[in-house]
């Protein structure tokens, strides 16, 4: 048990530290996933800079771009990130899962063709899983991909498919045997987006902005080499990249809200209300100290994890357990937020009365998507119960 | 950065296991509760055997030398098994105040005897004021020759009635900060004047009130210096806290373990009630309840022990999240258990009442979330 960070863990903290002060847009709003146009220009300019570094992908081999960092220091790296709100939503999927899928499973001409680009800061990539009527209930995905001579011939509708408008490359989930049960005929697919027949159509989320497409595959033509791993194999690459989805973006966020919540204590200290103190009123200084507790609670299981990472031990419920616990925690953070701003807490970061850059009003509307995408809270739940504590399905 | 156990803690934490399961069973425990003493001599003895009593003694001082963190792996399996008597009273209201604060006489006087089992301790703090702060310790304790009287009430004192010394907590000078001005005394509890009277209370453990009468305690028997006994029993306070989290843990866990059994043994409606969705759900819960209280546990213990500087606001922030996460686990147990959960024929009870008993010692979440807000406020 030591929760001391190595010399070397710290040292490259203070420089990731000081890299991120130095090419941060220097307006940055820093709100999660900059997925409006201007915002995505400046994250993508972001991102060009870490690949200089070499600093896109940290935990990837060298030889594709990666730092092969060891999982304390890809934590640093996170926590880092997240803190200062860095902007990289545009490569936290192709980094975080897409990549080491196709390290996992694909070949080594799939490696070379498509990992580089990714560290190189050049590549967008977007994932097509759910479907209108696919959700929680993934595995019922109807999208079919039908064998033609060497080719695969793909017909079907993808949903919530974030950044589809921008991204040059996309994962598919189609079945490839209907006869097979429904997990067993999933084949996992690496598609151009450029391919003749996708097409891509928004979806506007609550908070007005455009990050949802639905994209239609219409006979969409694609090589063998677009299969990563075996035919049939898809849902067990997809179950395990979703793994990785979970504990790589935790460690983030979870410094995201310890950020969320230091810039709140600083706001309470500076407003008076009557002439004291946003401090010093007993039901705010309750609110703050609870989620202060929350998010420490929180940090500690994202660091179990990573110890169990570093041990090699077999993961089971863990990377679920901090999912469900933290993009919650997430959802009260962002009300408590609201709620200490009181009426202000409404306002859009354009308003000229706008406080703390509508920050907790992006985060409140933009917290209800983390407790749904990824495996909503209640699959967390059946996760953990069936898959994690053996309790007898219903 | 690893939250896994040591080596040597792992091996700790299985031997623990292993003789508690053997040693201090649901019919010990529910013994205990009746049993006037609250605990037996012959399991304190087995258990300081195992050197358990002397786990932070410095060998020297004929302990194992082991650290607060492995105290704390301990302490996890104690509250798993509900080890009932004074053990945290002795080890850390005892003997953690006389290493760090007493003199070399002192310590030898007592360390050796605490680590073979030979002597109980505890510390006096509270009193029907019923405050963990310093405006709390209200009884004097005046000068007269060689000795000071100590005259008051204090409650709620752990073990008292069975110790053979008590750390008292008493003033000894009027002042305008209440910190200033707390004397801890050495009290040999068979001194003249002193009356034991057990509190029932919801665990069935034994909490007291000590009436001193015109109690005389030697000078030579102050711990650390007269008037600046506080920044002691902060030290003590801040490791009590802690240790009544690991207890907590450890209690929590067994809680979900024996109602994650039942669930998946009950029947009702034709199939085991762990199948249905809405009790499923409680246990994803319950989980996240217990995992999260360990870690933090862990953070908390390990900060006081390596002095690093946010250790107290990390101590709060452990005893508020683990009063009010353990206390929702056993009352989902309570829930998972339906009606013979609410009966004596069943352990599931124990939990949920010694939860309540250790939620309250050292700080209710209130308590602790307000050290939490003046530490960031700092």
Not at chain 1, 330 to 337: C, E, K, M, P, S
Not at chain 2, 312 to 321: G, P, Q, R
Not at chain 2, 334 to 353: A, M, N, S, V, W
Request: proline share 4%; net charge negative.
């Amino acid at each position: 048990m030591d929760f001391r960070f190595t010399a070397e863990e710290e040292a490259f903290r203070q420089e990731v530290r000081e890299f991120i002060r130095r090419e941060m847009p220097p307006d940055w709003e820093g709100v999660f996933l900059e997925e409006e146009e201007e915002d995505w220009k400046q994250g993508r300019a972001f991102v060009k800079k870490l690949s200089q570094k070499g600093w896109v992908a940290p935990a990837w081999p060298k030889e594709y771009g990666g730092m092969e960092a060891s999982p304390a220091l890809q934590l640093v790296y996170n926590e880092e990130m997240g803190y200062h709100r860095a902007p990289i939503g545009s490569i936290i999927q192709a980094v975080g899962y897409i990549g080491p899928a196709i390290l996992f499973f694909g070949t080594e001409e799939q490696k070379n063709q498509h990992l580089p680009p990714i560290t190189a800061g050049e590549i967008v990539w977007c994932q097509g899983f759910s479907e209108p009527e696919a959700g929680s209930d993934l595995a019922s995905l109807k999208c079919r991909a039908v064998k033609d001579g060497d080719d695969w011939v793909i017909n079907g509708d993808k949903i919530w498919t974030s950044n589809a408008h921008r991204s040059e490359w996309c994962i598919l989930l189609a079945r490839t045997d209907p006869a097979a049960p429904k997990h067993k005929g999933i084949s996992f697919f690496l598609v151009d987006m450029q391919t003749p027949g996708i097409t891509v159509q928004p979806t506007i989320n609550m908070a007005n902005v455009h990050s949802f497409n639905q994209v239609f595959f219409e006979d969409v033509r694609v090589p063998s080499s677009a299969l990563l791993g075996q035919e049939n194999q898809g849902w067990y690459i997809a179950a395990m990249t979703l793994d990785y989805e979970r504990s790589s973006l935790v460690a983030a966020a979870v410094s995201m809200a310890k950020r969320g919540l230091d810039d709140l204590v600083e706001y309470c200290k500076e407003t008076k209300v009557n002439g004291r103190s946003l401090l010093d009123n007993p039901l705010v200084r309750h609110k703050l100290s609870e989620m202060a507790i929350e998010i420490e609670v929180g940090k500690y299981m994202v660091y179990r994890v990573v110890s169990q990472q570093a041990r090699k031990e077999p993961g089971s419920i863990e990377a679920a357990v901090c999912k469900l616990y933290n993009t919650e925690m997430d959802v009260r953070l962002a009300n408590t937020g609201i709620q200490i701003l009181g009426l202000y807490g409404q306002l859009h970061k354009d308003s000229k009365w706008v406080r703390m850059m509508g920050r907790f009003q992006k985060s409140y509307l933009y917290a209800i998507a983390m407790v749904i995408g990824g495996g909503s809270s209640e699959i967390q739940r059946n996760i953990i119960a069936m898959r994690g504590l053996g309790l007898p399905r219903g | 950065m690893d939250l896994g156990l040591s080596e040597e803690q792992g091996l700790l934490k299985n031997a623990a296991r292993d003789f508690l399961e053997k040693e201090c069973p649901e019919a010990f425990v529910r013994e205990m509760e009746e049993d006037e003493r609250g605990y037996s001599p012959e399991f304190w003895q087995m258990m300081a055997a195992q050197g358990w009593q002397g786990i932070v003694i410095p060998e020297q001082y004929g302990g194992t030398g082991m650290t607060f963190t492995d105290l704390i792996v301990l302490l996890e399996e104690f509250g798993r098994a509900l080890v009932p008597g004074p053990f945290i009273s002795t080890v850390v209201l005892g003997a953690m105040p006389i290493l760090e604060a007493g003199t070399e006489e002192q310590k030898q006087q007592f360390l050796p005897k605490i680590a073979t089992g030979d002597l109980i301790v505890t510390l006096a703090l509270t009193e029907p004021s019923a405050k963990w702060d310093a405006d709390g310790v209200a009884m004097p304790a005046k000068a007269n020759g060689d000795s000071f009287v100590l005259n008051g009430t204090k409650l709620f004192v752990p073990d008292a009635h069975v110790t053979d010394y008590m750390l008292v907590a008493a003033r000894t000078k009027e002042s305008a900060s209440p910190e200033d001005g707390i004397t801890l005394f050495l009290v040999d509890s068979k001194s003249k004047g002193i009356e034991f009277t057990v509190l029932k209370t919801i665990a069935e453990d034994k909490q007291c009130e000590v009436a001193f009468n015109e109690v005389r305690v030697p000078k030579a028997n102050v711990l650390g210096e007269v008037d600046k006994g506080w920044p002691i029993i902060q030290g003590v306070k801040s490791k009590a806290a802690v240790a009544a989290c690991a207890y907590l843990v450890g209690l929590s866990q067994m809680d979900f373990d024996t109602s994650l059994d039942y669930a998946k043994e009950r029947i009702q409606f034709g199939r085991p009630i762990g199948s249905f969705q809405a009790i499923q759900h409680k246990f994803a819960d319950m989980i996240i309840d217990v995992d999260g209280s360990r870690f933090i546990t862990y953070k908390a213990a390990w900060a006081l022990q390596e002095n690093e500087p946010d250790a107290e606001m990390l101590v709060s922030m452990a005893k508020a999240w683990c009063n009010e996460a353990t206390r929702r686990v056993v009352a989902h147990g309570q829930q998972i258990h339906g009606g013979i959960g609410f009966t004596k024929d069943y352990k599931i009870e124990l939990y949920f009442r010694r939860q309540k008993w250790m939620e309250l010692m050292w700080g209710d979440a209130d308590y602790h979330r307000e050290l939490v807000a003046a530490k960031l406020e700092a």
